[in-house]
């Protein structure tokens, strides 16, 4: 025979017969009192409550024998044996500073019976003070606990040896066993209830029924879901960061790209720069001609006047050329921003010769202009095409300055290439272009002049391929050099008609 649940004193040891065994437990009565008074400094009552049943009254001739040594501090206040009405009745009329010991009740006054824990609970329900009790399996139905009697460890040694006896383990050999400690036990539901503090209770104390908190159960969803987030606004605000300062960076390259083909323009100019004065001292010299005969002629006695209008009227004539002059230099000087719209390159070709007419004059260069008729127009910005034509130009007629008079041509020519392109060429009679200098035309700062910023073609090369062309080199036959500008042709039905051919 196995048994299972008998009580054993403090420091009984079970009789041990050949043929029985088992596990009892001990029970803390005056431990579980004490805790209460701990819990509870100004504890002034106990109210015990207790059944009719065997097991009822056995636990309260336990009680009654440990309440001796508390005679004379704590009053007690004797609920037991009523019938469960009145029971409940008187529990939810105790004064404060008590509380209720709950002993067991299997069986009311009134001869009913009960499950122990399931009346324990509407006794709890009911009362207006704390409830302890001190048997583990009825933690949970409404005390606050309890120094505890291990039923369920109990039970679980005397299966344990149940069942070496069922494997043929002979009973004399097995011991019996108590399980003799009584842990402190708490229900976290009625500290919380009554107001207990958690640190209050002795060390080593175990509390059950713990209501997690959405923090605690879902702590870890919260706090990977929050990394991820900071996480994931950390790389987009690097992102955007970067972002800005690549931005940041295009705009700033492309203000100096604008202030290098400006820097290139003015540069351009400077080199051409005194011939310009002259084509400016030319007219001026003649305005003053013209009026100092105007004037002398008015002197006269009798002043032909049809010479005098006439004398004026080249003087506005020779006006309007000196400040289309000046209008031409300006506007390439001029810091603009690019303008796009249809503009002729027969056009660009014959104002760009105008502005450098004088210059090449100077140096012995023949400047031949070769334009085709209709022309398509291109889309694009007048002065930074200019600027190229200007370019090649200057750089043929520099080309060709060392041959002999004779030989010192430049020949400008346009041409449209199909339907798609139209081409803008400068072919010069120079000394040409060697190889290794052929791969490094187009390179920045490239240049074998002393003077020069080799700056011209390099920029040309950038701004034709901004307007969708391109600009190519070839060696011209039998001598020199061709640059060849092309640039797409604005498609008839796009054509804008304002615009001359
Ligand atoms: P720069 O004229 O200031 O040197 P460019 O970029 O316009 O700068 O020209 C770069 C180089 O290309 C020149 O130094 C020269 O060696 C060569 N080059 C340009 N055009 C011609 C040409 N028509 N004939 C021979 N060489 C040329």
Redesign the pocket.
């Known amino acids: 025979m196995v048994y299972c649940g008998g009580v054993a004193h403090r420091n009984q040891r079970l009789e041990h017969k050949s043929d029985v065994t088992g596990a009892a437990v001990t029970l803390d009565m005056a431990g579980t009192i004490e805790l209460a008074r701990m819990l509870q400094p100004d504890l002034k009552r106990i109210a015990v409550v207790a059944g009719t049943g065997l097991v009822d009254r056995y636990m309260l001739s336990l009680f009654q024998d440990v309440f001796k040594d508390y005679e004379g501090k704590l009053e007690l206040i004797d609920l037991a044996g009523l019938p469960l009405d009145n029971l409940l009745e008187r529990v939810s009329r105790l004064p404060a500073s008590t509380v209720i010991l709950y002993l067991a009740l299997q069986r009311d006054g009134a001869g009913r019976i009960f499950s122990s824990s399931a009346t324990m609970k509407m006794v709890s329900q009911k009362a207006r003070v704390p409830l302890f009790n001190f048997i583990d399996t009825a933690l949970g139905y409404g005390s606050v606990g309890g120094r505890m009697t291990q039923i369920y460890a109990m039970s679980r040694k005397a299966a344990e040896i149940a069942l070496r006896v069922l494997s043929g383990e002979s009973i004399a050999s097995i011991e019996p066993t108590v399980i003799r400690d009584n842990p402190a036990m708490f229900d976290w539901r009625e500290l919380k209830r009554w107001g207990i503090d958690e640190n209050a209770l002795p060390s080593g104390s175990i509390i059950r029924f713990r209501e997690a908190s959405l923090w605690d159960v879902y702590r870890w969803w919260v706090i990977g879901t929050f990394s991820f987030i900071c996480l994931q606004t950390l790389l987009i605000s690097l992102l955007v960061n970067n972002l800005i300062k690549r931005k940041r960076a295009e705009q700033e390259a492309s203000r100096m790209r604008g202030e290098l083909v400006h820097v290139a323009r003015v ?1 351009t100019v400077g080199q051409i720069g005194h011939n310009l004065a002259h084509e400016i001292n030319q007219p001026l010299a003649a305005i003053r001609m013209n009026a100092e005969a105007a004037r002398h002629m008015l002197g006269g006695v009798a002043p032909d006047l049809a010479q005098v209008r006439e004398a004026l009227d080249d003087i506005v004539a020779d006006n309007k050329r000196a400040e289309g002059v000046v209008q031409r230099i300006r506007s390439l000087v001029k810091r603009t921003t690019p303008v796009h719209d249809q503009v002729d390159l027969n056009r660009i070709a014959a104002e760009t010769i105008h502005m450098i007419e004088a210059d090449a004059g100077s140096k012995g260069v023949t400047v031949n202009l070769d334009l085709a008729n209709d022309l398509p127009p291109v889309h694009g910005d007048q002065v930074q095409l200019e600027q190229v034509a200007l ?2 130009i ?3 007629v ?3 300055s060392q041959n002999q008079i004779p030989s010192r041509i430049v020949t400008v020519k346009t041409n449209r290439e199909g339907e798609e392109s139209v081409i803008l060429c ?1 072919s ?1 009679t ?4 060697d190889q290794i ?1 052929a791969d ?10 002393p ?10 090369r950038a701004i034709a391929e901004a307007h969708g062309g391109s600009l190519s ?1 070839a060696s011209s036959l039998p001598r ?4 060849c500008l092309r640039l797409p042709a604005v498609q008839p039905e796009t054509r804008n008609t304002q615009q001359e051919g």
């Not at 120079?430 to 272009?433: E, R």
């Open positions: 540069s370019n090649l200057v750089n043929a520099e080309a060709v400068v010069d120079g000394a040409g272009v200098t490094r035309l187009f390179e920045p700062f490239f240049t074998t002049k003077q020069g910023m080799g700056l011209g073609l390099s920029i040309s080199f020199g050099a061709t640059f």
